[in-house]
């Protein structure tokens, strides 16, 4: 940065705090918002509650120096015909070198004392034709992000400067022939109105329109992965063996699949007949049979004589889908392995279990991130299914599916994903959505109560349970951290049993040892523990249709999302259903975010909400979602840009044109760093 005039060493290393490095990046400096410095207020309106824009002549000025210390004061006083107005800048004795009395001067600021009039340190302008006319003042004035020893102005001026001088070389990014954006300015045209806007309309074109060039950047990098990765990956067979398989699983089932259910099946078993790997994303809300259209998935693999990978995020739940799948797949003859970091199943390993003809038998193989360690090889490997996509980091997703040569890939969620997100996050894989629940469930209400109605929340618990059902209990904490302004199941235990007794009450929380997990499970499932206090370890995997209460302490220290998991875990069965949601600090923020559970169970509609509340870095987390960041792309409105980029992007990859960068080719404004 030190190419530029007034940039030195200092200045330079200040920018840098910022992220500034090139002129690129200077340019690429986002305002965070504009201040409308066009109308004019006389000086005897001026207030001290609101900034306001004020013109006058400057009819007297001066420099006063204090005897103690360098403490100075250099005030000039302006005259527009209403009023006078004393400008004041306390030890900047250099600001008496920037006027002159009879000069016309804009100021922008609020009144920090009404007798006489004063304003301590207002931006201020000098109307004259100079290069920098009226750069802070009488317009739509960017505000910027500043750092430590940077002023609005020098920024302000610096990026004015830098404009004038490089806005001719300033590229398009994307390859020549491509069609301008429609309804959009040219890229040189975005960046001066994303500093200099005539109007706020302009300001947001320009926004958009820089979005768009990082939208179609991101795209065209997922599509030309996925066109490499097809041009040299040969799938393995897995389409199936005539439903040898399927068919006597699918009528030991007891009901019928949905019809969302058996589209995305069809979809599946394509992708798993043809060439390039399947890469798809399997989308259903909670409850809407996304495990049986997972194990249908693997019986088409083992059908077709590969094995099967599942890796889930923790152990509750991958000990859940081994119980669930050994009880399917047993009786069909076959095996399920359970491999986590704490145990694996007993008996012969069926990875290595030798057939007559020295074949391998295939297996599915169930598991957490023990699945990724390196010791741990599946010959065979066709398939591989990740639940819970969402827990899991992109490169644990590549790391499992490297353990094969190119096996098929399903990755599941429950956790809708804003359709924004999928298409940015999961622009590489092919989408499936389950959209219907199946029938035959009973009502699933929600209600948000403060801690003054526990009492009677307990009572209604106890109903619930005196008529045969069960409950989960959930806290945010396993153990108290803050003097209990947020509870934790190890405090709460004895209050708990004490509010439900005579019902028995089990303890479920990530700490436990295996095999105690798997006890109170078991013993939740089989209806001698009633009630099971748990963290939100339980919010994937329990299936206990008994279940009809979920009580939710505390619950405004959870995203919309996780609650909305922890409500599915309800609502399984015939019976009607209960959630309770407990805000110990219900402020306004977390009444609105927890009012759209009580009043929607469509996940894609929470997920929508969650995504505006919290942002996509908090929602998912940018470490483990590999989500970039996005300068002026806001993935919780521009679904539009989103698909027009994906347009965009699939005719520059189809072409083998060369791949856009969001900030345009090399070039002069963009390399120079000094």
Known sequence: MTALWGVGNDRAAQLARLGIHTIEDLLLHRPRRYEDRRRFCPISQLTTEAAALARGTVVALGLKRFRRGAKSVFELILDDGSGRLHCRWWNLPFMEN???????????????????????????????????????????????????????????????RTLERFAGQIPEPWPPGQPA???????????????????????????????????????????????????HAQALPCGGEQNRLIKPFLARLGFQLT???????????????????????????????????????ALMALESGYSVALMAPTEVLAEQHHLTFRRWFEPLGVRVELRTGSRKTAGVDATTLPLANGAKLPALIIGTHALLTERFDIPRLGLVIIDEQHKFGVAQREALVRKGRYPHLLVMTATPI??????????????????????????????????????????????????????????????????????????????????????????????????????????????????????????????????????????EQFGLSQLHQLRGRIGRGAADAY?????????????????????????????????????PGELLGRAQSGLPRFRFGDLAEDLDLIQQARALATQIVAADMPAPRPSGPASEWSNKSG
């Open 98 to 160: 920037y006027f002159a009395v009879g000069d016309e001067v804009v100021v922008f600021g609020k009144l920090s004392g009404l007798k006489p009039r004063t304003m301590d340190h207002p931006e201020s302008e000098v109307v004259e034709g100079d290069a920098e006319r009226f750069v802070h003042v009488d317009r739509l004035t960017p505000i910027y992000p500043l750092t430590e020893g940077l002023s609005q102005r020098w920024l302000r001026g610096l990026i004015w």
């Open 259 to 297: 019809e969302a259910q058996t589209r995305v099946l069809r979809e599946i078993r394509a992708d798993l007949a043809a060439s390039p790997p399947m890469r798809r994303l399997l989308q259903g809300d909670v409850g809407s049979g996304k495990t049986v259209v997972a194990a249908c998935a």
């Open 579 to 615: 959630c309770i949601l407990v805000a110990g600090s219900l402020t306004p923020e977390a009444r609105a975010r927890l009012q759209v559970l009580a009043e929607t169970q469509d996940g894609f509609r929470i997920a929508e909400a969650d995504l505006r509340l919290r942002g």
């Open 418 to 555: 804003p359709r924004t997100l999928g298409l940015t996050l999961y622009g590489d894989l092919d989408l499936s959505v389950i959209d219907t629940l199946p029938g035959g469930r009973g009502r699933l209400q929600t209600f948000v109560r403060t801690p003054a109605s526990l009492p009677r929340v307990w009572a209604f618990v106890r109903q619930q349970l005196a008529a045969g059902r069960q409950a989960y209990v959930v806290y945010p904490r396993v153990e108290e951290t803050d003097a209990g302004a947020v509870k934790a199941v190890m405090r709460e235990r004895d209050a708990v049993q004490a509010a439900v007794a005579p019902f028995r009450v089990g303890l479920l929380h990530g700490r436990l040892a295996a095999r105690h997990k798997e006890a109170v499970m078991a013993a939740f499932r089989a209806n001698s523990v009633q009630v099971l206090l748990a963290t939100s370890l339980v919010e994937v995997g329990l299936d206990v249709p008994n279940a009809t209460v979920m009580l939710i302490e505390n619950a």
């Open 181 to 231: 954006a429609p309804g959009l300015p040219t890229r040189p045209q975005a960046v001066r109105w994303l500093h200099f806007p005539g109007e706020q309309a302009e300001a947001e074109l320009a926004r958009r329109r820089l979005a768009l060039d990082e939208f179609v950047a991101l795209q065209v990098r997922l599509q030309a992965r996925r066109r490499r990765f097809e041009r």
